[in-house]
């Protein structure tokens, strides 16, 4: 385990590698200028701005040797389109907040597709589990931007009981957040039940009944630990996909977290604002698949034999 754990951090400088040159690939294809030069600007301004954020270097000396030297000297880049911030100011500021709504949603998810699943499987062919299937098939068909709009309706103006914009209180936590899980609680919600519905019908499961096993102590304490392992090696893509799936939702619901920050960069070509932001959501990605590699082999016993 301690070899695949420090081979997967020895790939971690390449995937960012890899993912910072295909990501500048992209921004030199936008269209725009990212200088930002209008008819007021002046020439002395211009240059300035040239001289500042490289553009008066090649491309491949400007974001493979003068930005990488800022960010290992400096720490940080300045942002194009915010000249009074950095980079890292930015981040610093608007994570925090994208982190606290992707943990929340992550939860949320966890928990209802969880309860969700194990309540179909539970419940085989009777209308609780077409009922969790059909919501399952609509979660998982609807994309995050439409359900924000539902939900904006719902509670903005059919039923306005909770705020649909803003942050800095816990009930501005909750719409967004059961907006960004919706779409995984779904998803986790059919592994669920088709794993528990495989786990169910093994030989361990029927002994156990045979012994004379209540059905909750079937369910929790024999079954829900090996049909939990599917659910768990999806943790890491779902992860991803609520970290890049909060740019919408922030957007939608006027949340000041780095999602709604990115956006705004790609609209006004903020290129060092992108890389950075790029960089951090990749650095956190591959970190996440590697908890959720070793959250696995903890739970079961077979990976820790064949890692060793």
Known sequence: ???????????????????????????????????????????????????????????YQRYFWTYPRQLLENGDLPSMAYSDWTVGEIIS??????????????????????????????????????????????????PAFIIAEVVLILFGVVWPILPVGGWGSPQALILPGTTLALPFMAYIARLTRASMLEVLGADYIRTARAKGATPFAVIFEHAFQ?????????????????????FVVEKVFAIPGLGTHFVQAVLNGDQTLCLGVVLLYSFLLVVFNLLVDVAYAAVDPRIRVVES
């Open 93 to 142: 500021q608007s994570f925090p907040v994208s982190l606290q709504l992707g943990l929340f949603a992550l939860v949320v998810a966890l928990l209802g597709g969880t309860t969700i699943g194990v309540l179909a499987a539970a419940f085989r062919g009777r209308a609780v589990d077409h009922l969790c299937l059909a919501l399952a098939l609509i979660g998982v068909s609807l």
């Open 226 to 246: 090996n049909a939990f392992l599917p659910v768990l090696g999806f943790l890491g893509p779902a992860a991803a996909g609520v970290l890049t799936g909060s």
């Open 1 to 59: 385990m301690i070899r695949f754990v420090l081979r997967r951090l020895i790939q971690l400088p390449l995937i960012l590698l890899l993912v910072y040159a295909a990501t500048v690939a992209l921004l030199m294809a936008k269209p725009g200028d990212p200088i930002q030069v209008t008819d007021k600007t002046t020439d002395q301004a211009i240059q300035a701005r040239l001289q500042r954020y490289g553009f008066d270097t090649p491309w």
